[in-house]
């Protein structure tokens, strides 16, 4: 049965998260296929049958052997070739560290009707190794490792690490992070290919899109391949996961590296699809183009953000979505992105001036609306929010059948989010039901990392699009919308060019030049460093780099900061101000704000974990600003 080559189809499939009989009968209906076109091998990705980001329904016993039955069901559809699946595995006669039924991540080969595993394991599937415990994935909560199984069974870890011969192929088997082994101690690749046999490795993912992680997955995989001198099968999944307060979009991307490391792509991302390649079986064979490194674009984050909105918007049964349109840049991208796809009679804009909105910001939202050729609205808002500063502003508190204990009084500065509330809580909640839909949240990343929005407010919404990505990106993702997308002025120049503005007080006149606080693209880069950053800085390090002149470089300015923040004071008075709002108030914030459709690397939510516990500086920070303050007066 062995010829020259391995019939291998990479099945790039669309996993519905918690739908192990859906997701089964897409895998039957891909094997029937398989079949028919005389497939050797063919490979679908990690926790193809239940899903990854299911939170914890992997504690529901009914639902473990739903899996369970449906793998069977797989390997009984597997009698003219070899399938490779991704399911959980369960040892019911063990226990997890929680007490629960054991379970593993685990890897299924139904070759030819039966379930083959590595050759001296426990089981017949392989076990991941590596268990992810950083930002979105919690593996460790929920599944048993095979470092702890090894260690349970006496320490010999490598003989869990061995093929698994099947009719068609040797193949040495390992799940996601098990090839992103840089950081950890063990490399389940390199205990593999310590068996000179191997014919085919195969990694089964389940791989989030973050931006640019293909372009290092490419470098990285590729490098495995060469190291190996074999091919190396990639397959990864596609659809949409959350974890509940951050959504998540695959990408697929999956890939055929040969062992020269170059690749067969399965192109375009986002769709379900296969791949198939007759893969040689002689070590060393370069079967693949060459093919440069592709980094990630506008036009990808553009990609996954159309991606994400439709399949959030199927999954949620949402067919209609209200935008409350303000004139500026971030309202005029979610309308565009959802324009893209709806069609313009399930699209519904409304601008809710109030007396601090220009002439020309509602011009440009009429404007956008005309462009996106969608129904508009303009709801005035004056009219309530002065019922509302009529009944509470000087307002008397009295204990009923005695004294007064004080009066009430609203502020200007409260009849800001007076404003702002009355626009989301009211007006746009109240279209959302009249129109049949949801209305949305129009929050960039900087705005939610500082909390410069509205709880009930502007912070309202069924989701939140565009918040994973910082102002200066909504303003390209702008450009490219108009540009590529459209291929013509969608979202109106003017939109692109006024100061961006809550305009909920006279210090906020768009047509003077006056708008938010926050200095773009200063506050961008800054923000950034405290969220995305992979060894986060926090002010003790930005402190340090404004004083020995690093901090333009380290943040990746392109003016110094003297520009914006004249001295020391002005440097140290913004930083505490943000700071403390990233750690408190932005904070009490984001935990009510809606879900975040993810696209960076740490997205608000789930992904980007916090504490209520308020902003600290260290000893070495306020030392450092002492000596700062004190030279510059």
Same mark, same amino acid.
């Given at each position: ?27 039957? &209906? #891909? ?18 049958? $239940? ?37 959980? &595995? ?41 268990? $992810? ?33 099947? *009719? ?24 593999? &290919? ?12 389940? *791989? ?45 991307? *999956? ?11 399965? =192109? ?23 093919? $440069? ?10 990609? /996954?953000?159309? #991606? ?26 979610? &309308? ?19 007396? #601090? ?100 407010? =502007? ?46 007080? *006279?210090?906020? =006149? ?17 923000? /950034? ?59 009490? @914030? ?12 740490? /997205? ?20 450092? @600003? ?8």
């Amino acid at each position: 049965m062995h010829g020259a080559h391995v019939r291998t189809r990479l099945a790039q499939i669309e996993v519905s998260a918690g739908r192990p009989r859906a997701n089964t009968t897409t895998i039957l &209906a #891909y094997i029937r296929e398989a079949v028919a076109d005389g497939i050797d091998l063919l490979v679908f990705p990690e926790m193809a049958v $239940p899903g990854y980001l299911i939170g914890d329904r992997w504690e529901q016993q009914a639902f473990l052997r739903q899996c369970e039955a449906c793998g069977e069901e797989i390997r009984q559809a597997s009698q003219a070739l070899t399938v490779v699946f991704g399911n959980v &595995a369960i040892d019911w006669t063990k226990q997890n560290e929680d007490g629960r039924p054991r379970k593993y991540n685990a890897l299924f080969i139904a070759d030819h009707g039966r379930f083959a595993g590595p050759a001296d394991s426990l089981y017949p599937f392989c076990i991941k190794a590596l268990l $992810p415990n950083y930002r979105q994935f919690d593996d460790s909560r929920h599944f048993h490792d095979l470092r702890k199984l090894a260690f349970e069974q006496g320490g010999d870890i490598d003989r869990f690490f061995t093929p698994v011969r099947t *009719s068609c192929a040797v193949l040495g088997c390992v799940l996601c992070e098990d090839a992103w082994n840089l950081d950890y101690a063990l490399s389940p690749l390199e205990r593999l &290919a310590r068996h000179g046999d191997i014919e085919l490795f195969i990694n089964a993912s389940a *791989s989030p899109f973050t931006f640019n992680k293909n372009h290092k997955r490419n470098r990285v995989f590729a490098a495995h391949a060469r190291h190996l001198h074999r091919p190396l099968l990639y397959v990864n999944h596609t659809g949409i996961q959350d974890n509940g307060k951050t959504v998540f979009t695959f990408d697929g991307a *999956s890939c055929v590296y040969d062992a020269l490391g170059n690749a067969v792509r399965c =192109d375009p991302p986002f769709e379900a699809r296969t791949l198939t390649l007759d893969i040689p079986r002689t070590p060393g064979t370069a079967f693949a183009p060459l093919a $440069p490194p592709r980094e990630d674009g506008i036009a990808e984050l553009a990609n /996954a953000l159309r #991606y994400g909105l439709a399949r959030f918007l199927s999954l949620r049964g949402i067919r209609r979505v209200v935008v409350g349109a303000s004139g500026g840049i971030d309202s005029a991208v979610v &309308a565009a992105l959802l324009r893209l796809v709806l069609p313009p009679e399930d699209l519904l804009l409304a601008n809710m001036p109030g007396r #601090y909105n220009s002439q020309t910001t509602r011009g440009l939202a009429a404007d956008l609306a005309r462009n996106l050729g969608v129904p508009y609205v303009s709801i005035a808002i004056e009219d309530s929010v002065a019922l509302t500063r009529a009944q509470i502003d000087g307002l008397a508190l009295a204990i009923p059948g005695g004294r007064t204990t004080g009066t009430l009084r609203l502020s200007e500065f409260m009849l800001e989010n007076v404003q702002a509330r009355d626009r989301s809580s009211r007006i746009l909640a109240a279209l959302a039901a009249a129109f049949g839909g949801a209305f949305t949240c129009n929050a960039n990343k900087a705005e939610l990392t500082v909390g410069y929005s509205t709880l009930y407010g =502007d912070l309202g919404g069924f989701l939140a699009p565009i918040a994973d990505l910082w102002k200066g990106e909504v303003y390209a993702l702008a450009r490219y919308l108009n540009e590529s997308a459209y291929g013509r002025e969608v979202i109106p120049d003017g939109s692109l060019r006024i100061v961006p503005s809550a305009e909920l007080s *006279s210090a906020q =006149d768009v047509d003077q030049g006056l708008g938010d606080p926050l200095i773009y693209p200063y506050h961008d880069r800054l923000f /950034a460093s405290w969220v995305e950053w992979w060894n986060r800085a926090t002010p003790e390090e930005i402190l340090g780099w404004y004083a020995s002149g690093e901090l333009e470089t380290r943040l990746g300015l392109d003016k110094p900061v003297q520009a914006i923040l004249p001295d020391a004071a002005a440097f140290i008075a913004d930083l505490e101000r943000w700071w403390n709002l990233y750690q408190g108030m932005g904070l009490a @914030k984001r935990i009510q704000a809606p879900p975040v459709l993810a696209l960076k690397r740490r /997205a608000f939510g789930f992904d980007h974990r916090e504490s209520q516990i308020g902003a600290d500086y260290t000893d070495t920070y306020l030392a450092l @600003k002492a000596t700062l303050i004190k030279s510059s007066t």
